[in-house]
Nanobody, 125 residues
Framework: QVQLVESGGAAVQVGESLRLSCVTS????????MTWVRQYPGKGPEWVAA???????FYHDSVKGRFSISRDNAENTLYLQMNSLKPEDTALYYC???????????????????RGQGTQVTVSS
């Protein structure tokens, strides 16, 4: 059974940092491109970072220079380091497995097949 379990979300102040983790199981993690996605209440999902199987990373413009995605294939875990947090980063964050070719995904083909339940990040000023 494929599972993705996120953790690390919290309520923080503007400018603080968080590190989100996504522990995966039930599939060969190293063979899959992965992404972090955030969901605002009442709005569609917005991917914020993606990483390919060969560690090529790509970011949404709104988080470039502040967020960093990484993966540990030995631990089957995906990470998102979030620095200089802003109130507009407040959202539910979840990890997902990318189904589309990576190049198509980062050009806008939002195609994922499995996701976790998410972890809430709240940034207050």
């Amino acid at each position: 059974q494929v599972q993705l379990v996120e953790s690390g979300g919290a309520a923080v102040q503007v400018g603080e940092s968080l590190r989100l983790s996504c522990v995966t199981s039930g599939f060969t993690f190293k063979h899959w491109d992965m992404t972090w996605v955030r969901q605002y209440p009442g709005k569609g999902p917005e991917w914020v970072a993606a990483i390919s199987t060969n560690n090529y990373d790509f970011y949404h413009d709104s988080v470039k220079g502040r967020f960093s995605i990484s993966r540990d294939n030995a631990e089957n875990t995906l990470y998102l380091q979030m620095n200089s947090l802003k109130p507009e980063d407040t959202a539910l964050y979840y990890c997902a497995r990318i189904r589309a070719p990576f190049a198509e995904f980062i050009r806008g083909s939002f195609d994922t097949d499995v996701r976790g339940q998410g972890t809430q990040v709240t940034v207050s000023s």
